[in-house]
């Protein structure tokens, strides 16, 4: 699992032509994509829920990073969604927002994959 997660924020790290960036996995509470030290923690809580929330979780963080080295813009405004929408796209993965976070995931058919934190 946190193989397949490496594998993909290297796939998007390469895609989006980023320079390094270090993933650890830790007891946290919430992940943190850290810009000045070129970090991102994700808490290992998510393996819990569903492979689709992990990937969003991933994409999210990364986000981050595409946003600030690309556009020089940070937080979670309306590019950092229509980013991070596109490439979740590409997962079959629709985010449904609440402000700054999905509070919903669905497929395109318009299934519920789970909340807010991966319940399902």
């Not at 796939?11 to 032509?17: D, L």
């Not at 999905?102 to 789970?114: H, I, M, S, T, Y």
Request: proline share 3%.
């Amino acid at each position: 699992m946190i193989q397949d997660l490496k594998n993909l924020a290297s796939m998007i790290i390469k895609k989006h032509g980023l320079d390094p960036i270090t993933i650890k996995f830790k007891e946290v509470q919430r992940g943190h994509a850290y810009m000045h030290t070129r970090k991102i923690t994700i808490p290992i809580w998510i393996f819990s829920g569903i492979k689709e929330y992990q990937i969003y979780y991933m994409v999210h963080e990364l986000t981050h990073f595409i946003c600030i080295d690309k556009f020089g813009m940070g937080g979670h405004g309306n590019l950092f969604k229509k980013i991070e929408s596109q490439i979740l796209n590409d997962y079959n993965i629709i985010p449904i927002y609440s402000k700054a976070y999905a509070k919903k995931l669905q497929n395109p058919q318009g299934k519920v994959l789970c909340g807010r934190f991966g319940e399902v």
